[in-house]
């Protein structure tokens, strides 16, 4: 299991916040030096618990500002591996969850627009183990949380 003590939480806080922070801007607010930080933040990486740093653009920017949760039922019972490898090339597919309840998947798409929307639902019905599926179109994103530390 993965563990961080209460320095590493708040280091971890302070790059949520702000990952473009120096480790020494990052080391005034935690009490350490920018190379203690350094130290720990090389340790995060290395054993998983920062996955890494990345941009966060608005996919409208990109011209995919069209999304949908999708229900994906299979017949019978699909292994994960197998799942993930049917899910993985299709590009409209940008999260994916094994889920309890009736459903064995919730799939979130983005598209384009609509038209792009019922196209990639078809390619993903067209999935050989998926029996059927149940979507809902995003209206409106109430509410888009970054993850806390």
């Not at 990952?19 to 998983?48: F, M, N």
């Not at 920062?50 to 069209?66: I, K, M, R, S, Y």
Request: with cysteine; proline share 5%; net charge negative.
């Amino acid at each position: 299991m993965l563990h961080m003590d209460p320095l590493d939480q708040r280091i971890v806080s302070q790059l949520v916040t702000d990952a473009r922070a120096s480790y020494a801007e990052i080391g005034q607010e935690v009490g350490l030096s920018a190379p203690a930080v350094k130290r720990r933040v090389d340790k995060l990486l290395d054993t998983g618990i920062l996955q890494g740093f990345t941009a966060v653009v608005d996919p409208e920017a990109l011209g995919w500002g069209t999304e949908a949760f999708v229900e994906v039922h299979c017949h019978g019972n699909v292994p994960t591996d197998r799942l993930l490898a049917g899910l993985e090339p299709l590009p409209e597919v940008v999260r994916a969850y094994t889920v309890s309840g009736e459903a064995d998947a919730i799939v979130h798409l983005r598209a384009a627009d609509i038209h792009h929307l019922e196209t990639a639902l078809e390619r993903l019905r067209g999935v050989e183990f998926i029996n059927r599926t149940v979507s809902t179109v995003v209206l409106s994103r109430l509410l888009d949380r970054p993850p806390q530390a």
